[in-house]
C-alpha cells in the first residue's frame, strides 16, 4: 500500500534517460511509502491492487524533485548595502576588502550577534527559499573565524535543519578570511584552524564537509591544502571556493583530494577541467556573484562540456556578493549569462546539485528509493522555469 499516490501529473524526474536530458515522463504516477518514493511511471503502469491511503490529483501540471542549494552562506548578521554603493562609484571587490570590508564587515557583525538573533535571521530566509521549491541546502559558517562564533553558526545550521526537518549539508569555512587578530600571520591562522577548531567543531559533530577561499584575497594553495590534509584525516569530505578572481590552481588541489566541488570557476583552466573530470568534481556555478559584482569573465562553460564535468548551479547567497534568496533566479541567470540551456540549468539544481553534496544516493532525482522530495509547478514545460523572472509557481 502506497501512504500517498500524486496522480494527473507530468514528471521531469533529472534521470537524463530521454533525448532533452530530463527524464519526461508524461501522464505520470507517484507513489510514495514510509518517506520514499515507491513508485514512478506512467500512470497506465500502476501495479494492479496496490491502494493508497491517499491520494492527489496534481491538475495535470509538472512534477519535479524539489531543488537543491548546494552553495549558500546563509547565516550571518548585517548588511553590506554601502558596499554595494561603493562598487557602484569604482570601487573593486578586492579593494573594499583590503580596506577591510568585504567578509570582515560580516565578521563584525556576526560575531556580535546572539544565536538566537542568527537563527531567526537564517530561518526567515530559508523560508523565502523553501517557497521556490528548494528543499536541500548547504550552508557554510565562515563569518565567525573565530572558535566561538564558527561553532555558533553551525549551531544555528544544526537547528535549521533539525526544527524544519529540511536537509542541511554543514559546511565548515574556517578558512574563508584572515581574522584581524591573525593579521599577517595568515599560517598561523591555518594552524589554528587545523590543530584547534576544526577537530574540536568535528568532536562536537557539528561538521559535514570543509571548504576554503582559494584566492589571491583570501589563502594560498599551500596553506588550502593543509586544511583539506586534517579534513582527510578526519574523514570529512572537502569543497572549494577557486579561480573567482585569478587562477591559483585551486580546482586541480581539490580534484586532487576527491572534492565535492569546485565553486565560481570563472578562472578554471583547461588542465582544471581536466582534473575535474577525473576526479569526478562538480563545477558549481554561482551567476548570482557573477552579476552582482559585474564580472566580465565567465566561467569555461564549453571546457566544462568537453571534459563532461557534471555542472550545478547555487544561489551564493550572502549579504556581500550575491545577497540573493531566488534559485529560480539563478536558473534564468545561469542561462542569460553563462549560456547553459535549460536542460543544463535544470540538472544543475537537482541531479548534479545533489551530487556535489553527495547526496546523489538519497536526492536530486526522481526515482525508486530516493527521498519524496517533490514539487509540483504550474507551468506548460519545466523550461519555463529557466523562462520567467522569478514568481511562484509552486
Known amino acids: 500500500m502506497f501512504d500517498r499516490l500524486l496522480l494527473n501529473v507530468h514528471a521531469a524526474t533529472m534521470t537524463a534517460h530521454d533525448a532533452g536530458g530530463l527524464g519526461i515522463i508524461e501522464n505520470a504516477a507517484v507513489g510514495v511509502t514510509g518517506g520514499k518514493i515507491t513508485f514512478i511511471g506512467a500512470e497506465k503502469d500502476l501495479p494492479a491492487g496496490r491502494p493508497a491511503r491517499e491520494t492527489a490529483d496534481g491538475g495535470g501540471k509538472w512534477v519535479t524533485p524539489a531543488f537543491i542549494d548546494c552553495h549558500t552562506h546563509l547565516i550571518y548578521a548585517g548588511n553590506r548595502a554601502a558596499e554595494f554603493e561603493k562598487r557602484l562609484q569604482g570601487a573593486s571587490y578586492e579593494e573594499i576588502s583590503r580596506a577591510g570590508g568585504g567578509i570582515l564587515s560580516t565578521v563584525r557583525a556576526t560575531r556580535d550577534a546572539t544565536e538566537q538573533e542568527l537563527f531567526d535571521l537564517s530561518l526567515r530566509r530559508l523560508k523565502t527559499m523553501l517557497m521556490e521549491g528548494v528543499g536541500t541546502f548547504e ?3 565562515g563569518y565567525g573565524l573565530d572558535f566561538e562564533t564558527e561553532r555558533r553558526m553551525l549551531r544555528v545550521a544544526t537547528r535549521l535543519r533539525d526544527e524544519t526537518n529540511l536537509r542541511v549539508q554543514r559546511t565548515f569555512l574556517g578558512a574563508h578570511a584572515l581574522p584581524p587578530e591573525y593579521a599577517g600571520r595568515p599560517d598561523d591562522y591555518i594552524g589554528h584552524i587545523c590543530d584547534d577548531m576544526l577537530p574540536a567543531l568535528h568532536a562536537e559533530k557539528l561538521v559535514d564537509a570543509v571548504d576554503g577561499f582559494c584566492e589571491n584575497i583570501g589563502f594560498s594553495r599551500a596553506q588550502i591544502e593543509r586544511v583539506f590534509k586534517k579534513a ?19 580546482a586541480a588541489l581539490a580534484a586532487q583530494y576527491g572534492a565535492l566541488s569546485a565553486d565560481h570557476i570563472e578562472y578554471l583552466d583547461e588542465d582544471g577541467a581536466a582534473a575535474m573530470a577525473k576526479a569526478g568534481t562538480v563545477a558549481v556555478l554561482l551567476p548570482g556573484a557573477f552579476y552582482f559584482l559585474r564580472e566580465k569573465h565567465a566561467p569555461p562553460v564549453e571546457l566544462l562540456r568537453k571534459h563532461r564535468v557534471p555542472m550545478a548551479v547555487a544561489t551564493d547567497h550572502n549579504p556581500g556578493t550575491s545577497p540573493t534568496l531566488s534559485l529560480l533566479l539563478m536558473l534564468n541567470m545561469s542561462c542569460t549569462h553563462f549560456r547553459l540551456t535549460p536542460e543544463e540549468a535544470l540538472l544543475g539544481i537537482t541531479r548534479h546539485a545533489a551530487r556535489a553534496l553527495g547526496f546523489q544516493s538519497v536526492c536530486g532525482t526522481l526515482e525508486e528509493g530516493k527521498a519524496a522530495d517533490l514539487a509540483l509547478w504550474d ?7 529557466c523562462y520567467y ?6
Open 389 to 394: 523572472f522569478p514568481r511562484p509557481p509552486l
Open 379 to 385: 507551468v506548460s514545460h519545466p523550461r519555463d522555469l
Open 232 to 250: 582527510r584525516e578526519l574523514g570529512l569530505p572537502v569543497k572549494l571556493h577557486a579561480e573567482q578572481l585569478s587562477n591559483l590552481n585551486g
Open 139 to 141: 550552508i557554510k559558517s
